[in-house]
């Protein structure tokens, strides 16, 4: 696995990114799991999304059906 060495943790500070995670964590609701199959080619493309985006496959579907549901 790899490990963040001493100068990306002082990067993480310099720029505020752990202080976002602690937000984020603090800021959790009640969650529920949901399991289901993507198409191949869908979940290709939202995990590419993901990284071009800096955000995990989760947020960009949780964003997607927010939209779509308009809540």
Known sequence: ???KNN???N???????SDQKVDEVSQKKATKKATFMLPTDLHKRLKTAAVEQDKTML?????????????
């Open 1 to 3: 696995m790899p490990t």
């Open 7 to 9: 100068d990306s943790n």
């Open 11 to 17: 990067l993480e500070g310099k720029y505020g990114f």
């Open 59 to 71: 947020e960009i579907v949780e964003e997607a059906l927010r939209n779509h549901l308009k809540v």
